[in-house]
């Protein structure tokens, strides 16, 4: 959860009220909100029901009154991206981006433009998200580069053959 939030907060803040990105998100917020109103409403009965007069759309006078959320078709099905590998490398990064900011390199990880060197079969995997890469770090920039020799100036990753370079 923390790590969606996260990663969603920027666009939230930084994209226009009527684009697509902003509206996707908070079309995905809408449905994990209504749904853990539900999921919780037993445990915290006063609670879910104070949410619940809060929720936007039209709602029945108590969330006890509704069965299970029934999320949109095609959220149950897997997604091809590999979320673990992502989750690990942006942990990479963001020891990456301590380091420049302890530094006084960048105040921010939005100061922050960050490669990604690998070699091709792994470079694809990276490259998988495209310019929403930049998201996901929480940076500027974000670009994957396919190479079996990275800079000098790159630091390996956890991932085997994966490579960082993080620059202001």
């Known amino acids: 959860g923390g790590f969606y939030l996260d990663i969603l907060k920027d666009r939230l803040y930084t994209t226009g009220a009527e684009s697509r990105p902003r509206r996707s998100a908070q079309t995905a917020l809408y449905h994990l909100a209504d749904a853990m109103v539900r999921w919780l409403a037993p445990i915290l009965s006063f609670t879910a029901e104070e949410v619940w007069s809060f ?37 990479d990064v963001a020891r990456q981006l301590e380091r420049l900011r302890t530094a006084g390199e960048i105040g921010a990880p939005l100061d922050a433009e960050v490669t990604i060197y690998a070699p091709p079969e792994q470079a694809q995997r990276f490259a998988a998200l495209g310019d929403e890469l930049r998201f996901l770090l929480i940076t500027s920039q974000a670009k994957v580069v396919a190479t079996d020799a990275p800079p000098s100036d790159s630091v390996p990753s956890h991932a085997e053959n994966v490579w960082i370079e993080v620059k202001p």
């Open 55 to 91: 929720m936007p759309g039209e709602r029945n006078e108590s969330v006890f009154l509704n069965t299970w959320h029934a999320f949109p078709p095609g959220a149950e099905r897997e997604s091809a991206i590999d979320w673990p590998a992502f989750i690990a490398l942006k942990a």
